[in-house]
């Protein structure tokens, strides 16, 4: 789908049917810097088909690790890894290229990459993922956006992260289990993708403690050893479905879920916005009126509301039959989203970090533009609750973390094509 630009999306009367959830992209991409933590062959299972996932294999190919995906199986070959310069060509496409730092410095006690990309959403500094590094007895500089890193060894350290950043977290976790000593990370984030990382390196023979709370302690150990991992379903993909659901009338199963307590916060405001959740053992039937619950929401550090699908709940409030708002209390830039959906006739104001959205709109299909990932997925829902048809430009930002949200949206009857 390289040289296709553009997603056309029809104004949809019902969903029926059924999607399968694909494998999480924030638990797989730093579980993959893991790996270099250990010298032989992981393999990851249901590991989702998309453009991080890509850009991450490539940055491990640099440091001659062998990677194949085929299959949502993707296995990794450390065994003859060694030390480059990570260019910055590569890293400036995916943020999550920073969380190579800590295992890079864990093998070869140097580091040299450019800085991270991703979206625009804020500033996002790395800040606290340098200086918990600094505190681990790594120096650290900065030039021309080149970021050079040296240690003789790292050093285990107590560190109070000043905000639970996910990144940080995971990032101190890898440099920590390959330090001397032991690292006590204090204000820790807490969210799924730091358990599943801490149940992976355990896995390996990590020794942690702690995990699922805001202390984690961390004790050094000698190389890990290699081994296999099965990836959860992507929370933030199933939460956008949904918050879907809530929009248009809808009898739809959600497949691959076995366990929603990763999802409990967004059922929780779905049934508040008016769609009727039940778990079964492998899917979750998903049932609305379509007739939105107009309310007041605000995003949070988990296990609040997620920021990530803040986009995609104001866009649902669109139809609800009253105003509403969304507070944003993780990120100070990310209502990009509202300039775009005034093009579709919304009516949206912004004050401070507040959105008050007016319900009852009567939306009319127009072309729109993708700016972020989070926001571009949020655009096509839009395009449901929109008179005519509605079409969504920049789709490589969408790429990066939906499998394929047009073949998502037409297995439960949505006219939805690549253009």
């Not at 309310?295 to 990530?308: A, L, R």
């Not at 579709?344 to 104001?349: E, N």
Request: glycine share 8%.
């Amino acid at each position: 789908m390289d040289c296709l630009k553009a997603i056309s999306v029809k104004e949809a009367a019902l969903l029926k049917g059924s999607i399968e959830i694909q494998g999480s992209k924030n638990t797989v991409l730093p579980i993959m810097a893991a790996t270099l933590l250990s010298s032989g062959i992981s393999v990851i299972y249901n590991c989702p088909m998309i453009e991080d996932v890509q850009v991450m294999c490539q940055l491990l190919e640099c440091l001659h690790v062998k990677t194949r995906l085929e299959d949502h199986v993707l296995t990794i070959d450390t065994r003859n890894a060694s030390y480059e310069v990570l260019p910055d060509t590569l890293t400036k496409k995916l943020r999550s290229s920073v969380l190579l730092l800590g295992p890079i410095l864990a093998r070869w006690q140097k580091a040299e990459i450019g800085m991270p990309g991703g979206c625009a959403i804020g500033q996002r500094p790395i800040d606290i993922h340098l200086e918990g590094l600094m505190r681990m007895n790594v120096d650290v500089r900065v030039h021309k956006d080149i970021l050079t890193c040296e240690t003789f060894y790292l050093q285990g350290t107590e560190y109070h992260l000043h905000f639970p950043s996910v990144g940080a977290t995971e990032n101190l976790i890898m440099a920590a289990v390959g330090a001397k000593g032991r690292t006590i990370l204090r204000g820790a984030a807490k969210e799924p993708e730091i358990i599943e990382l801490c149940n992976y390196l355990l896995s390996m023979g990590a020794l942690i403690e702690g995990v699922g709370t805001d202390v984690l302690i961390i004790k050094g150990t000698g190389e890990l050893t290699s081994c296999d991992y099965c990836n959860v379903y992507d929370r933030i993909v199933a939460g956008t479905y949904l918050l879907m659901a809530a929009a248009v009338p809808s009898d739809i199963k959600l497949t691959g879920i076995e366990d929603i307590h990763y999802l409990k916060n967004v059922i929780q405001v779905a049934s508040k916005l008016g769609v009727n959740v039940i778990k079964f053992e492998h899917y979750l039937s998903i049932q609305s009126l379509g007739k939105v619950l107009a309310n007041d929401f605000k995003t949070g550090i988990y296990p609040e509301f997620p920021t990530d699908l803040q986009p995609v709940l104001i866009t649902v409030l669109l139809k609800a039959g009253g105003n509403s708002s969304v507070t944003e209390t993780v990120f100070e830039n990310r209502f990009g989203i509202v300039k775009e959906l005034a093009k579709l006739d919304a009516k949206i104001d912004i004050k401070g970090q507040t959105a008050f959205i007016k319900g009852n709109a009567r939306l009319q299909g127009h072309t729109v533009k993708a700016a972020d990932l989070r926001q571009g997925a949020a655009l096509v829902i839009a395009g449901l609750i929109c008179k005519g048809y509605t079409t969504v430009t920049d789709i490589s930002y969408i790429e990066r973390g939906y499998e394929d949200i047009v073949r998502d949206l037409q297995s439960v009857g949505v006219e939805a094509t690549y253009v």
